[in-house]
């Protein structure tokens, strides 16, 4: 069971660039999210979706994209990076919407933009 | 929103001595809290959960975390450490009926031997 999936594991940009980090579930979950986390911050949240088609912005979107056209995918597209979005992303889902339910972590992206 | 504020950024135990994460919430309606943990290079998991019920919730690995609605707290105890439980530990909110989760900025508990 490979539960949530992220790719890649590390990436390296220079300020401008732009690029997708991919997250994929293979539990059938509706919730979906993406969190940043920074040292001495925890872990802000940045989008999320409940369900194939929705997604709404968490506390952090600015800089961010996401679409969710499936159930397993919800990718987090950076249009222009900037230094500031240098830090680790995690995808999580869960089977009731974050709620009450767990949530169920990928093992992060680490993104530096130079 | 909901937020949390964790007393202390790190934590340093002996092997085998008590460990206490504290944690506050911010609002006089009770919410959903959780504590999570992360090991180095992962992402985060459950250790546990309160969602109204009993207010002394166990977890996994022996630990637990008391809600006490007049002290606005959910701190997370284990009775004696192990190494193994070297990591950084975050409490977490939502509203009930929210989707979103808020974190707190994280406990990093370092076990002497």
């Known amino acids: 069971n490979a539960g949530v999936t992220q790719t890649p594991k590390f990436q390296v940009l220079k300020t401008g660039q732009s690029m997708t980090l991919q997250c994929a579930q293979d539990m059938n979950h509706e919730y979906m999210s993406w969190y940043r986390q920074d040292p001495g911050m925890g872990l802000r949240l940045i989008h999320y979706?409940?369900?194939?088609?929705?997604?709404d912005q968490g506390e952090v979107p600015n800089g961010y994209n996401v679409s969710r056209s499936t159930t397993e995918d919800f990718p987090l597209r950076l249009l222009s990076a900037a230094p500031s979005q240098t830090s680790v992303y995690f995808c999580?889902?869960?089977?009731?919407?974050?709620?009450?339910?767990?949530?169920?972590f990928g093992e992060g992206s680490r993104l530096t933009v130079l | 929103a909901q937020s949390v504020t964790q007393l202390g950024s790190h934590v340093s135990v002996s092997e085998g001595a008590l460990v206490l994460l504290r944690c506050n919430y911010s609002?006089?309606?009770?919410?959903?809290l959780f504590w999570y943990v992360q090991y180095p290079n992962q992402g985060l998991q459950l250790l546990l959960k309160y969602t109204s019920a009993a207010t002394l919730v166990k977890g996994i690995n022996g630990f637990e975390a008391e809600f006490k609605k007049s002290e606005t707290s959910f701190h997370l105890t284990k009775p004696s450490a192990h190494m193994s439980d070297a990591a950084e530990y975050f409490c977490?909110?939502?509203?009930?009926?929210?989707?979103?989760?808020?974190f707190g900025a994280g406990t990093t508990v370092t076990v002497r031997a």
């Open positions: 977490a909110v939502s509203d009930i009926g929210d989707y979103k989760l808020s």
């Open positions: 609002s006089s309606v009770p919410p959903y």
């Open positions: 999580a889902s869960s089977y009731e919407a974050g709620r009450t339910g767990e949530l169920f």
């Open positions: 979706s409940v369900g194939a088609g929705i997604t």
